[in-house]
């Protein structure tokens, strides 16, 4: 059974740092690719980061020099380093897999999702 379980979300002031962890399980984890992506209250799930199989790196133009993705595949486990947050940045954040290995951005490519981790930054 696949699970992805996030971690790490939390209140934090405007210019603070988060680190988001996502815990995967229940398939070959160094295959796949992995995102981060995000929901804010009204507003469409959209992408923030992936990370492929071989450790390519994407970021959306909203978080590039700010965010950065890594992933432990002995522990099968993909982070978040989240700096100089905005209050933009507030939303549930979610991890999810993508098997073909390669960062994408649309969520419509990814095979699994995680049932997201609320990020809350004040102004």
């Known amino acids: 059974q696949v699970q992805l379980v996030e971690s790490g979300g939390g209140l934090v002031q405007a210019g603070g740092s988060l680190r988001l962890s996502c815990a995967a399980s229940?398939?070959?984890?160094?295959?796949?690719?992995m995102g981060w992506f995000r929901q804010a209250p009204g507003k469409e799930r959209e992408f923030v980061a992936s990370?492929?199989?071989?450790?390519?790196?994407y970021y959306a133009e909203s978080v590039k020099g700010r965010f950065t993705i890594s992933r432990d595949n002995a522990k099968t486990t993909v982070a978040l380093q989240m700096n100089g947050l905005k209050p933009e940045d507030t939303a549930v954040y979610y991890c999810?897999?993508?098997?073909?290995?390669?960062?994408?951005?649309?969520?419509?490519?990814?095979?699994?999702w995680g049932q997201g981790t609320q990020v809350t930054v004040s102004a």
């Open positions: 999810a897999a993508d098997g073909a290995g390669i960062p994408r951005s649309l969520a419509s490519y990814y095979n699994y």
């Open positions: 229940g398939y070959i984890f160094s295959n796949y690719a």
């Open positions: 990370i492929g199989s071989r450790g390519n790196t």
